[in-house]
Structures are given as C-alpha cells and as structure tokens.
C-alpha cells in the first residue's frame, strides 16, 4: 500500500504562486463535473484562466462519440493543477510552478475534443491499453490458442490496436475536488484481445504531484501492460526543445530492439552506450550517436529500461526516473510499482498537431516517460508477465512528483 511521504516538498515562492493561481481554485471548484452527465456551464474564473492561457476551456470538450458524453475535469490540490478528459482518460493540463512561481503547464494536449479525434493519432496523456507499446507481429498465444490483433505499426500492434483506450469514452466520476475515477469494460474479443475486462483508473493529484492508481479484472486470460502516455515539456508545453533537459534512469540494462522496435529478448547493460542515464545527463547530448545502431533504429530514443527496482512502497524510495528541466527549474521525479520505464524522446514529432495556447508539437519538442512491463512479453517468456487469470487483479501505480531547483 502506498503511503504518502512524510517528508514535505514545498514549491519556492509559493506566496507569489498562489497569487497567480487564485483566480484558478473557484473556476476548478465550479466548472469540474460530478460525472458523464453533468455538463457545467465556464464561469467567469474559468474564462480568464483559458485567456491566460492556463486551462482549456471545458465547453469545447463537450461532445458525443460513440453514443456517450465526453468532458473536462479540474482537478486541484495546493499548488498543482490537472484537466483531464474521459475521452482516452487523457490529461490534458498539467499546471505546476516553475522556480519563479509562475504556473507552468508541462505536458502536451489540444484545447478541444475535435482536435483528440481528428488529428492525426499522438496519445497525447492518453491511458492505452489493452496492451501498452508493442507487441511483435500483431498476434500472441496464451494457453496454446494464438490471438490475431490489429496491425497500426508497421507489422506489430501498438497502444492497444486500432481503437484502444486512448479512443474510447470512459465513465468519469469526480470523487472531490483532487480525485477523479474513470472505469472502462473491454469486452471479449475487442481488438482480438480475449476476455471482458474492467478497467479503474484514478487520477490523485496530490499537493506535490500527480498519482495514478489502475486496477482491473477479467473473467478469462488475457494480456495487460496499462500505461499513461503524456508528453511532458518541464519548460512548458510548446515552449521548444528538449534536448537541454537533464534526465536521470535509475536502470543499468536496457532491452534493445530490432528494425521494427520490438526487443530482440536480450537485455543488455547501458554503460559505454547512448543510453547510459545511470547519472543526469543531458537528453540530446547523445541522440543523434547513429553509430550505435540502437539509436538509428529509434531515430534517437524509444527504448524501455529495466528499473534497478520495482518499488512497491512509497514514493520516498528510489525514483524510477528525475528529470529536470533546463530553463524552468522544474523536476519530475517518477516512481512506479513496474519494472520497466519506456523512454521516448520525441523522435516522430514534426510540429503538424495544434496545441493548446497556439503552440505546435515540434520535433523533439516533448518526451514521454512510460512506466510498463517490457514491449512483446507475451512472446518474450524470459521477460516478465503480463497475463492476467479470471480470478486475479491487476493493480499498479504510477506517481510523478514536482518540485524545483
């Protein structure tokens, strides 16, 4: 059971934060939704906050797809701001202070639900399941029957198939005014994967980070690897590249790939190597190594990392990853039950998608942090299970935590 650190964090400058932040707390406080079926209408709050470029504004996330009711969802805690949306389960704003107090949003979105469906697809903070990253060939067995499954890159699935958790509309319910729930039923056969599966995600904001709790049930085997996909810019979403910000791993091996990104199944050690993070170091120092193989094959970075731990307790243990962000002084350390972290570093952004603000998605312009079980286990049997029996749960969690330098 996770505990919340008894050690406080707080943000510098906090009074000139809060300051800024003020005009945020009532429209949260107003404008989140109780559920599915309870659109609210922007207050006045609200309305300065999308001027000022800080929050979407929830009317435009108002819709239906596939017969159910989209929306937006502020969450509020301290000093920590998220609008999430029930469409993919997505965080869409994530507000934080920077060393100077000034809100900061640090991860990637569009401001309209349009934009989530019709632009070409990003996950962008979207929860993707059945199966998080890929899995070789599109097709796995479990209990000697094989299962076909979509293929949406190149010859492999990614994130789930076709239609995965990121495209679908989630049941949301607001538990208060810092936790959000989500549930979803996966049924039998949908995307190829087998059994009717129920998926909770919370999302907790806490007063120093974000945290989420999944869960989930299946009345047959099936496969599962749940993880959240934002794209974090810790200088801010749109505000350029990524290349400056330090990152810290704390994994030692890797699981290298083929040409089509699947682990080839060895594990290998990251010292002497572009992917050596065991020390902070700086994301675009060695990215463009097209020396090393690895890197060619990626374009740069998309690789998981074997965590030294899985931690299992509370966040004040060893991080799975510190990243820091050069020009804001914001850091994200993450801290994960899983025992693998995918990193990816922005390698097929090409600054099409329109973000919130008018900023665009520019190459290399963002990084993601995937916290998972390893690409392909179902056909990796040395790696570790992702099968889940009719009888068992899954739980996991993921808890990213802010601070500055």
Known sequence: MWRRSKTA??????????NKLNFLCSAILLAGCGGNQQPVTATAETTTAIA?????????????????????????????????????AR??????????????????GYD?????????????????????????QAKFKLNGKEYTLYKNNGPNTLHGGKKGFD???????????????LTYLSKDGEEGYPGNLNVTVIYTLDSNGLRIDYDATTDKPTVLNLTN????????????????????????????????????GKVEPVAGTPFDFTKPTTIGGRVDDTANQQIKFGKGYDHNFMLLNSIADEPSNLPAAIATGDLSGIV??????????????????????PLKAGKTDGYRTAF??????????????????????????YVSWTFFKFSTK
């Open 9 to 18: 964090h707080p943000f510098i400058n906090k009074r000139r934060y809060m």
């Open 52 to 88: 000022a470029g800080l929050l979407p504004n929830p009317d435009s996330f108002r819709d239906t797809v596939d017969g159910l009711t989209t929306g937006l969802y502020f969450l509020h805690n301290g000093n920590l701001t998220a609008a999430i949306t029930n469409y993919g």
């Open 91 to 108: 965080v869409v704003s994530l507000i934080v202070p920077d060393r100077n107090g000034n809100p900061t949003d640090v991860v990637l």
């Open 112 to 136: 309209s639900i349009g934009k989530y469906i019709h632009q070409p697809d990003t996950y962008f903070g979207a929860i993707v399941g059945r199966y998080g990253n890929r899995i070789g």
């Open 167 to 181: 495209a679908v509309v989630w049941t949301a319910r607001k538990l208060d005014t810092a936790t959000l729930r």
């Open 229 to 264: 996909h934002s794209y974090f810019n810790l200088n801010g979403q749109g505000s350029g590249t990524i290349n400056n910000h330090l990152l810290q791993l704390y994994a030692d091996h890797y699981t290298p790939v083929d040409s089509t990104l699947i682990p080839t």
């Open 332 to 353: 994200m350390s993450v801290y994960t039950d899983q025992p693998g972290i995918q990193f990816y570093g922005g390698n097929f952004m090409a600054g099409t998608n």
């Open 368 to 393: 993601c942090l995937e916290t998972q079980h390893f690409p392909n286990s179902p056909n990796e049997p040395s790696f570790p299970s992702t099968t889940l029996k009719a009888g068992e749960k």
